[in-house]
């Protein structure tokens, strides 16, 4: 992970942030000191082009006819990444969802279903747009469907299997080919009090015997990539259970209609599409034999 800081009028701070957004994964900023400064600090995957970072900073410096900060841009260890990652994920509401890190000592907000979670290094905080986009899919299932069994298949950190089991009293099973997210969703798992229920194991697609022993499954969630979503669509929509749901996710706009597609081809129904900047979820059902489809309208996050 990397790690760009700059220094700038704290007056100026919210311009300078949404300038270095383009290019982090999460970013956040201190109140002003006592000379009335205020830190900024940016991190991200990849290590940025020192050029763009500086264009993009020049850029609002000039609109506000201002000096131009310089930034430093450096590679975190992986503690102090993680350190960085969980600090700079202030409280979220999603929907009916509070979220939060571990490092969170204020009071979740009324009514709310909160889970706690910690990037580790996993995928899947809330912050990006195809998993808000499942979060809302499954809580207006929620307002029309009783599920028993759910599959998070692909889960990363596991924020969509405990999201099931808080929706719903229904046994989950998280999958997921990476150890270390295996190991930040059992984590989770514990620290959420959801061991009872919520079964995080490592397995890569349908195919795998734990998966075929515990399908169908009333719910499956997977918010991975379009490639292997259309690869693994057979055996995913084999493990759905009949009147079941899923929830499909981790693609952009321009890829959608090829991933609905080719899961109408294999007999789902769509339910329902939820676009978040250009991201998009996908819903279909396994209709009854002689069922009606359901409604399903999705709300907005809000964070």
Known sequence: MWRIAVTVPGMFRE????????????????????QGHSLI???MAAKPDPALVGAALALVAASLKIAEPVAAIERLSEQEWVAAWNMALAPLRIGRFFIHNSEFRGRPAAGCLVLSIDSGGAFGTGRHESTQGCLLALAALAKSRRMKSALDLGCGGGILALAAARLWPARVLACDNDPESVAVARAAVRRNGMRARVQVVPAEG??????????????IAANILAPPLMAMARGLSRSLAPG???VLAGFLDKESMAVERRYRNLGLRLVA???IGPWRTLVLERRKPRGRPSRLVPGQPRA
Do not use: C, Y
Not at 22 to 28: Q, R
Not at 207 to 218: E, H, Q
């Open 41 to 43: 600090e940016a991190t």
């Open 15 to 34: 311009p300078f942030t949404a300038a270095l957004e383009s290019f982090a994964d999460a970013v956040s900023f201190s109140e002003p000191d006592s």
């Open 273 to 275: 599409r939820i676009g």
């Open 206 to 219: 349908p195919s795998r015997r734990i998966v075929m022993r515990r399908a169908p499954f009333d719910l």
């Open 244 to 246: 079941g749901a899923i």
